[in-house]
């Protein structure tokens, strides 16, 4: 079975904190996608990558970036935390366009 | 562009009913589409995908679709609701020249004993 885990369940930072979110998934899945979940508004997607040091922005890139060193990996950086950017995270993989995405349990991010 | 409308926000049924939840989608070809859904606390599980061939797709849980391209429509349907089926159900589209995914706004399901 697909595994998506997600580093963290929940996380408080400060404003202006540096935060790192990470992924990790054991299928060796070529795609991995950061979505943020806000009530009435969905998923929406951050960034995905579908390939290792390759990144696409999705449709909210602004506030932040990612990394994909190696295939499994795939963090979601913000460089400087707001308050507008506290949300559930959630983290995905599938091996191809096609295919269902796998989904981790998510990261609720509060920034004070 | 792609996009995907689920217009009801919040169903409410009893148990033993019948359901069906709307999704209606954008896009020039024939898309992929996903019904998820999503218990409190937890990721996204798929409950089926459409991507051709029989229009009327069979999920996980009873739950079951149907494509219709005359309608640009996905509805997800359940002939009898259980307790247990109390979630947030998400509609996505895909396509096959992209990677990407995208999510309705979701419909939350309360089912009443």
């Known amino acids: 079975d697909v595994k998506v885990t997600q580093s963290s369940r929940y996380l408080v930072k400060r404003t202006g904190e540096k935060v790192f979110l990470e992924c990790v998934q054991d299928m060796d899945h070529e795609n991995m996608f950061w979505y943020r979940q806000d009530p009435g508004l969905g998923l929406r997607l951050i960034y995905f990558s579908y390939d290792v040091k390759m990144k696409e922005k999705g449709d909210i890139p602004e506030g932040y970036s990612v990394s994909r060193e190696k295939k499994e990996r795939f963090s979601l950086i913000l460089e400087s935390a707001s308050t507008n950017q506290t949300s559930m995270y959630l983290c995905a993989s599938s091996p191809d366009a096609s295919s269902p995405l796998h989904f981790g349990n998510g990261t609720r991010l509060t920034v004070t | 562009a792609q996009s995907v409308t689920q217009p009801d926000i919040h169903i409410t049924v009893s148990e033993g009913a019948s359901l069906e939840l709307r999704c209606n989608y954008s896009y020039g070809a024939t898309p992929y589409l996903f019904w998820y859904v999503q218990s409190p606390g937890q990721g996204l599980q798929l409950l089926l995908k459409y991507f051709s061939g029989d229009t009327l797709v069979q999920g996980i849980k009873g739950f079951e679709a149907e494509f219709k391209r005359s309608q640009s429509s996905f509805n997800l349907r359940k002939p009898s609701v259980h307790w247990s089926d109390a979630a947030e159900y998400f509609c996505?589209?895909?396509?096959?020249?992209?990677?990407?995914?995208?999510f309705g706004t979701g419909t939350r399901l309360q089912v009443f004993p």
């Open positions: 996505a589209v895909g396509a096959y020249n992209t990677d990407k995914l995208i």
